[in-house]
């Protein structure tokens, strides 16, 4: 709320700071008969950033200091038998007293937690008016700065565009921080992670129950943790997955690229977009509600024993949810193989058929192959449907009519509820986060090599 | 195909039967094509007609109509004019049902026929008395809220014809049920109360009014980091940027990104978001930040479509008549571009919205009855509350799921409708 406030106030100033701004400039190049370098706005945007931006600054490293800086004072506050604590004991310290000064109703029932909580809450009072008294002072003595720096001669539009500049630059680099963070948070987890379990055991492990302790000697983690059928259950899902997306998928392209008119095509495309539009989660409801029983019931009455949690249900579902993924991918591929190859089939007196399967799809093969990669790699990391539809225990069975589970379901069931933030399950979690995202880039990025080169090969 | 090729292939028999097979394998082909195409199909009606049909009963929950003796002596004991907080509201439904059925004596028939009413009446009556204390003392006609194993019964959604003990309603239930039919007490009103109310435990209380609100602040927050910092991205990529191996690594980062699965999002936000920075759990601030870096490529990726789309000689006009390199992106190929940029960031939110996964691992999956105020506050989001509701054993939260699915669907077709809309109406082809 006080950095809403805050925030609101620092614009305000910066819009002053426009007025301002932009107000001498025109007063001085009246007075001077002077001409202005740059735009009169120019003079109102430089007199705003430099009341603005550090402002701006010093709220961030403020926002990311204060908890840690009031956490070592209060730290240090406390008597020396409770900093002497270990770490881990140290941290619940310290959650009593926040929520201490946090629910002001909980009455902190030990004295020197009471008494660190007062001087907690203490130092934030004195925290957040230093932080208006600091931001105040940036932003005024920024605005009287900028103003007081405004000439004629002053190339303020220059200024204002290098500002723009680092702007664009530095927001480019967001997207690398954020595979930085997904790697540096995954990997730091997963290494924490295989000091309680080897990385061997993890990889090749047949067993996967990381609920209940399986051997005596495992005293650091509470179960098994091997990842195999978790990968078997991703992989038979997949395979299913395919089996129903690909052939339909690309039939379909096939159909709408080379046959369908003008008309059927702008009736199906909407539909077909609406199937990819549909959320996941949708998608899971329906496999749950609808495709699950129905295999069940399908397959009792013809003498089958089919689990309620059969891999089929899931893998059917995701199948369906990619058929527009696979058809659009395809259908971008086959309408990129130049006319002129076409036209020379039906030359030879090939019918349309013949065209497609002798000429177009192996001229588009490198660009369906690289489409399947990237289907593959949306059903392997695709977490809503299995986790309402598949099973929760790891069966290592390639049966499609048995449950199985995934390497999702299973990130989702260790993280999902109550748990501590260091158990091996936990930190499970983010090994096979891990897992899946190596897998997935793999496939990414052989399937994105894939398209570049056989684009560049017909343009 | 040329005449002289199929009179010459016509010609012999074995030409002919080989013209014929040929023909039979075009046609199978042709065959392969439309059934892909109807089976596509077939899927997609069959997703949204089981959902929808499951769905629309919960628009309508069934009340019954009771004469409620709004009585001083449980409201108001001591005489005070205003309600007392200590009022037990459900004694008055009770008694309400008791004087409707003098007949029923036993302790545990009172017990099942009281159940009739839902335990979310109490706090109908209390509003009721709180908005008009005047009606202490006073006797009323009220629409009570049945209980959801009763509404269920009443959609035709429990077997009457199982045995007494393997259903969830009671024989005795039923005969008083009926009996209030007849006399015209029962009746399915639109249930207003679904759209306006938190999520609950009795299913006949719940509504998605929370999720909606927590749905609504998930999405501005996404807007508010991704639509920024992705335009700047773009325009920093497709104009300024020099063409060297910085800028490569970045592009070719920027599509693998697009292609990570949403879960390991999640993951990022929960050790990043969570635990380095120590923001709070179950907040929309932060399941829109996750959303917002997931959502950063396909905007990112649209955004750099329409400004590749804005032929250059706008460029080079501004550039003669002026103009700096950023007063010409900024001033003239932006706004040009700018109806492309908002049909991609549309479609981008709407796949936010119906992201689910992500939001798991930040903990927006809690139970929450409130209706969040701010971004900070504990929330769920449309789809979290699918799936929680979807994993309710219990039968009554069927048809409340697929409702709220409903609801999903139509905001998602009132997204993409507005991105299709903008499209058509502003794109320029030049």
Known sequence: MQTTVLFAAILFLAAVGYVLGRGRAMAIA??????????????????????ALPAFAIMLVWAIAQPHVIDALTIKGMPTEIVSLPPAKLSLVMNDIKNAVENADISADKPEIKAAAEHMAAMRQTASIGLIGACAAAAGMGLLFGVGRIRPQLRARNRVEIVVHVAMAGASTIAILTTIGIILSLLFESLRFFHLVPLGEFLFGLDWSPQIAMRADQTASSGSFGAIPLVTGTLLITCIAMAVAVPVGLFSAIYMSEYAGYRLRSVIKPFLEILAGIPTVVFGFFAALTVAPFIRDFG??????VASESALAAGLTMGIMIIPFVSSLSDDVINAVPQTLRDGAYAMGATKSETVRTVILPAALPGIIAAILLAVSRAIGETMIVVMAAGLSANLTFNPFAAVTTVTVQIVTLLVGDSEFDSAKTLAAFALGLLLFVITLVLNVIALRVVQRYRERYE | ????????????????????????????????????????????????????????????????????????????????????????????????????????????DIADLASMISTGARFDLARMVDRDPKIIGATQTVWLPAEADIDMAEKGQINLSAPESERRVKDSQLKWFSSLQAAGDVEKR???????????????????????????????????????????????????????????????????????????????????????????????????????????????????????????????????????????VLHHV????????????????????????????????????DIPHTPLDPATALPVQVYLWASNPERAFVEKTAAAVIVLLVFLIAMNGAAVFLRKKFERRW
């Not at chain 1, 009792?300 to 024993?305: E, F, P, V």
């Not at chain 2, 002596?73 to 049902?97: C, E, H, M, V």
């Not at chain 2, 773009?234 to 980062?253: D, Q, S």
């Open chain 1, 300 to 305: 009792q009455s013809i003498g089958l024993n």
């Open chain 1, 30 to 51: 009246g007075r001077t008969r002077v001409r202005l370098h740059s735009l009169p706005s120019y003079y109102g945007y430089y007199a705003a950033l430099w009341c």
């Open chain 2, 190 to 328: 639109f249930n207003e109360r679904f759209f306006t109310s938190g999520d609950s435990r009795q299913p006949e209380l719940a509504g998605i009014w929370s999720a909606i609100v927590g749905s609504f602040f998930l999405i501005v927050v996404t807007a508010t980091f991704s639509f920024p910092i992705a335009v700047m991205t773009a325009c920093y990529l497709e104009e300024f940027a020099p063409k060297n191996h910085w800028t490569e690594v970045i592009e070719v980062n920027i599509n693998n990104l697009a292609a990570v699965p949403s879960i390991v999002f999640g993951l990022l936000g929960l050790a990043v978001f969570l635990g380095f920075f120590g923001l709070p759990r179950s907040a929309p601030l932060v399941g829109g930040m996750v959303m917002a870096l997931m959502t950063l490529p396909t905007i990112i990726i649209a955004t750099r479509s329409a400004l590749k789309a804005v032929p250059p000689w706008i460029r080079h006009a501004a550039q003669g008549m002026g103009a700096s390199p950023v007063q010409v």
């Open chain 2, 1 to 108: 195909m040329s005449d002289a090729v199929a009179k010459s292939a016509a010609g012999s028999p074995a030409g002919r039967a080989r013209m014929k097979r040929r023909y039979a394998a075009e046609m199978r082909f042709r065959l392969y094509g439309i059934a892909a195409i109807a089976i596509a199909m077939a899927f997609l009606f069959l997703l949204i007609g089981s959902v929808g049909i499951k769905g629309v009963s919960a628009l309508y929950a069934t009340e019954i109509r009771l004469e409620i003796f709004f009585d001083p002596a449980i409201i108001d004991p001591d005489n005070t004019g205003r309600p007392s907080p200590q009022a037990d509201y459900a004694q008055l439904y009770r008694k309400a049902l008791l004087k409707r059925f003098p007949d029923v004596k036993e302790r545990r």
């Open chain 2, 334 to 369: 932006l706004p040009l571009a700018m109806p492309g940029i908002l049909t991609g960031t549309i479609i981008g939110l709407a796949r936010a919205l119906g992201e689910t996964a992500p939001l798991l691992m930040i903990g927006m999956v809690a139970f929450i009855v």
